[in-house]
């Protein structure tokens, strides 16, 4: 596991775990940018860590962004099924079809 660093400088592991650098980079840009940041301040402090991977962390990192991807689309398409359960009860008093 390597080492590489945020815009600011801020020492990030290259250990494949996406929530830690989307930690890090939301804490340097709130701490300079006072939470008025930008999408580009966003972009370029992803362009900048991007740059400093290799392709095989690259790989890592793409792999885990899209299982959290699919994990929140699953559960938020269930929170829409349940919603719609809740709204079905909620307005009958009884489940839909009894």
């Known amino acids: 596991m390597r080492t ?12 494949g ?3 830690a650098i989307i930690e ?5 840009l709130a701490r ?3 939470l008025d940041y930008s999408f580009e301040e966003v972009a370029r402090e992803f362009q900048f860590l991007v740059e400093q991977l290799t392709p095989e962390e ?3 990192y793409l792999k885990e962004s899209l299982f ?9 398409r269930l929170l829409g099924v ?4 809740k709204k079905a009860f ?9």
Do not use: Y
């Open 32 to 34: 300079r940018a006072d």
């Open 24 to 28: 890090t980079i939301s804490r340097d």
């Open 82 to 85: 349940v919603e719609k359960v």
């Open 17 to 19: 775990d996406v929530l």
């Open 58 to 60: 690259l790989q890592d």
């Open 90 to 98: 909620d307005a009958s008093g009884t489940p839909e079809g009894d």
């Open 4 to 15: 590489i660093t945020t815009c600011a400088g801020t020492p990030v592991d290259t250990d």
């Open 68 to 76: 959290m991807s699919f994990n929140r689309f699953e559960n938020e």
